[in-house]
């Protein structure tokens, strides 16, 4: 690994303060195939000169803002990041970010491991830029080290690129608490759900429409609300196949899945097992006994 001289940063970026960084990185073949990985890592400061226009590069880019703002053209919007915003960006794509004050920021560019579906997910639900992430700088500071580093652990580099993320994922349209229309219909179904329930029931509860309560339940969770009971159903069909002895057709008609064959194809797609056999792979039970 080396650093790209400063000479070279002056010439191809404009009004760059303070640099440090190029830190670049060649991933190991097996980092490459199995990890996250960063490429390229610096830490920014700029003035308003400083703005870069991209497009056809294989990465992805995720950016930390310390101080300052910038604006990022992306996909068709435009949006101003501040301070202890984040920005994610796939490079193939064209787009353009530009200081528009004096801004300090650190940045680097990832691949691998499973980077396209995180980003895809992120753009296809709340979008690419996560506001007021305060607690997620120290993650920027360990990358910006290891690179800094000359000879940077590539587990430790891809456990820090994974937990910002896996962070941000757990973040993404949830707010501290779910809205009043979703804990109403979560607690319905948490309570009923050994009833046979129908949209309208589980809406009337929830005190809206059925159609509403979809798209709500949907935008705050990423689940319909039958997928959500399909889940609680499925959780206490687990407990009581290892906590008692009902048979596979007490537990699906307690659960009130519509029959046993529908409650073993759940099960199935769920576990990518019957619910027998998970019965005796958890329990440690075979034909020969325990």
């Known amino acids: 690994m080396r650093q790209i001289p400063e000479e070279y ?35 920014y400061t700029c003035g308003p000169q400083y703005e870069v226009r991209r497009a056809g590069l294989d990465s992805f880019l995720l950016f930390f803002i310390r101080e300052g703002e910038m604006l990022f053209e992306y996909g068709g919007r435009s949006f101003v990041a501040r301070k202890k915003d984040i920005v994610l960006l ?10 528009l004050t004096r801004t ?6 990832f691949d691998g491991s499973a980077s396209r579906a995180y980003f895809d997910h992120f753009r296809e639900n709340k979008g690419l ?44 349209g949830k707010s ?5 229309i979703i804990a109403r219909a979560r607690v319905y179904m948490d309570e009923h759900y050994m009833e046979k329930l129908s949209a309208e029931q589980i809406a009337e509860a ?57 409650f073993i194809r759940a099960f199935r797609q769920s576990t990518g097992v019957t619910p027998r056999r998970f019965r005796k792979l958890i329990s440690g039970i075979t034909s020969a006994g325990p």
Request: proline share 4%; net charge negative; hydrophobic share 40%.
């Open 90 to 99: 796939d490079c193939m794509q064209p787009h353009r970010y530009k200081a």
């Open 9 to 43: 940063i002056v010439k191809l970026e404009r009004d760059i303060l303070e640099a440090e960084g190029i830190f670049v990185h060649t991933p190991s073949v097996f980092a490459k195939d199995n990890l996250f990985y960063v490429r390229l890592e610096a830490l």
């Open 176 to 180: 501290s608490a779910p809205s009043d």
């Open 206 to 262: 929830s005190r809206v429409s059925p159609s509403h309560l979809f798209r709500v339940f949907r935008s705050e969770t990423g689940l319909t609300p039958y997928g959500y009971l399909t889940n609680v159903r499925m959780e206490h069909a687990m407990k009581m196949l290892l906590n008692t002895s009902y048979s596979v057709e007490e537990i699906a008609d307690l659960c009130a899945f519509c029959s046993s064959a529908n």
């Open 129 to 172: 830029h996560f506001r007021e992430q305060r607690n997620m700088e120290e993650n920027f500071v360990l990358i910006h080290d290891l690179m800094r580093s000359g000879c940077p652990d590539e587990g430790a580099m891809s456990v820090h690129v994974h937990r910002i993320l896996a962070l941000l994922f757990s973040s993404v």
């Open 104 to 109: 300090e920021f650190y940045w680097f560019h």
